[in-house]
């Protein structure tokens, strides 16, 4: 899900709170960012899910010369293996929730080291599909000094087995 290293600078914060339409001088304007109680550029809440850009072997990333499962409908030239959870393509799966904890303000100039490790693990009971598998996976962003950062923790859940679909209406 994350990087090893995750270089975090000033045009990175720039380009993901223009990607997401957020126009809080905070993220952009050194003169405002400092007469807000943060003192200076920070950078957005979900910024570190941009981890995965550091990744090169990240599983939803684009390969250079490799065909790419696209992200539509019709996948684009890689059958996905079914299984997997937590979503991003796996089959089976979709990932279902994701919350973050700061710990401090994330700045340009840090440079962070993520360590992914398993949570949680439970089950419910799904009335169309057998039993919903949930499963948790806790990301710590440390940075240079290792100081802890970030915390995110996403969950995944997969069905036992395929959704029953209801039968078409007769007409």
């Known amino acids: 899900m ?8 000033a045009s990175h914060i720039l380009m993901f709170a223009r990607s997401i339409g957020d126009e809080n001088p905070v993220y952009v ?8 109680e943060a003192g200076g550029i920070i ?16 599983f939803l990333r ?6 790419w499962f696209g992200s ?12 997997g959870g937590g979503g991003g393509g796996g089959g089976g799966g979709l990932h279902a929730e994701q919350h973050y904890e700061y710990h401090r303000p994330l700045r340009a100039g840090d440079v962070l080291t ?8 439970w089950e419910k009971e799904g009335k169309r ?3 919903l598998l949930f499963s948790e996976s806790i990301t710590e962003y440390r ?14 859940v997969r069905t036992e087995r395929p959704v029953e679909q209801p039968a078409p209406a007769k007409t």
């Open 2 to 9: 994350a990087a090893k290293k995750f270089p975090v600078e």
């Open 29 to 36: 304007d050194e003169d405002a960012a400092k007469a807000t």
């Open 43 to 58: 950078a957005p809440p979900t910024f570190v899910q941009a981890s995965a850009q550091f990744d090169p072997d990240y």
């Open 62 to 67: 684009p390969k250079v010369g490799q065909p």
């Open 72 to 83: 539509g409908k019709n996948p684009t030239g890689v059958t996905r293996a079914a299984g």
């Open 114 to 121: 993520a360590t992914t490790l398993a949570g949680k693990t």
């Open 129 to 131: 599909s057998g039993k």
């Open 143 to 156: 940075d240079q000094k290792g100081e802890l950062v970030v915390t995110a923790r996403g969950v995944g």
